[in-house]
Nanobody, 123 residues
Framework: QVQLVEFGGGLVQAGGSLRLSCAAS????????MGWFRRAPGKEREFVAA????????YYADSVKGRFTISRDNAKNTVYLQMNSLKPEDTAVYYC????????????????WGQGTQVTVSS
């Protein structure tokens, strides 16, 4: 069992930056690939970024590539999402998730989810 709690959401102006954190409980955190997803108002949940268990392999949605960076610290049981050059279309609730079977951009393959944190980007 893995419990996930996201931190770091808030209101930021377009062009600004935010860093999201996701703290995980449990000693098996390092065995999970981790992902970030988001859901904007009136839209489906979409993949943002993922990272393998070691932190050596990352994967991004085209919409955030070059602006967002996913990373993890297994000693702290935490995964991060650094978001730069934010745009109003990045406004959404951001969720972190854990996948025991490896790196994926498919939400249904993830086993555990956090409660989400709101990110609002003003124009």
């Amino acid at each position: 069992q893995v419990q996930l709690v996201e931190f770091g959401g808030g209101l930021v102006q377009a062009g600004g930056s935010l860093r999201l954190s996701c703290a995980a409980s449990g000693r098996t955190f390092r065995s999970y690939a981790m992902g970030w997803f988001r859901r904007a108002p009136g839209k489906e949940r979409e993949f943002v970024a993922a990272i393998d268990w070691s932190g050596g392999i990352t994967y991004y949605a085209d919409s955030v590539k070059g602006r967002f960076t996913i990373s993890r610290d297994n000693a702290k049981n935490t995964v991060y999402l650094q978001m730069n050059s934010l745009k109003p279309e990045d406004t959404a609730v951001y969720y972190c998730a854990a996948d025991r079977d490896g790196l994926s951009n498919r939400a249904y393959e993830y086993d555990y989810w956090g409660q989400g944190t709101q990110v609002t980007v003003s124009s």
